[in-house]
Nanobody, 120 residues
Framework: QVQLVESGGGLVQPGGSLRLSCAASGFTLDDDAIGWFRQAPGKEREGVSCLSSSDGSTWYADSVKGRFTISRDNAKNTVYLQMNSLKPEDTAVYYC?????????????WGQGTQVTVSS
């Protein structure tokens, strides 16, 4: 059974950091592109970052460039999203999903999400 499980969310003050994890079971992550998405209350889901399996290239939304870093640990079959200098507008439920590519391809096998709240 293909499954993604996100973890690592929580409450953090502005300027703080969190590292989200996306653990895969039932398949090998290094064969897929992995995307992180987020959805804030009352807003549409938006792409945050993506890591391509083909060449290791990465993509970041403009709003998180320079603050977030996506990485993969193949031995643990896990993808991470390191989030630094967090802002209140980063508050959302964060999801990971897989695809055959970071651009123009549908994502699937969505995890259940992990809540990130940035507040003082």
């Amino acid at each position: 059974q293909v499954q993604l499980v996100e973890s690592g969310g929580g409450l953090v003050q502005p300027g703080g950091s969190l590292r989200l994890s996306c653990a895969a079971s039932g398949f090998t992550l290094d064969d897929d592109a992995i995307g992180w998405f987020r959805q804030a209350p009352g807003k549409e889901r938006e792409g945050v970052s993506c890591l391509s399996s083909s060449d290791g290239s990465t993509w970041y939304a403009d709003s998180v460039k320079g603050r977030f870093t996506i990485s993969r640990d193949n031995a643990k079959n896990t993808v991470y999203l390191q989030m630094n200098s967090l802002k209140p507008e980063d508050t959302a439920v964060y999801y990971c999903a897989v695809s055959t590519g970071c651009s123009g391809r549908p994502f699937g096998s969505w995890g259940q999400g992990t809540q990130v709240t940035v507040s003082s």
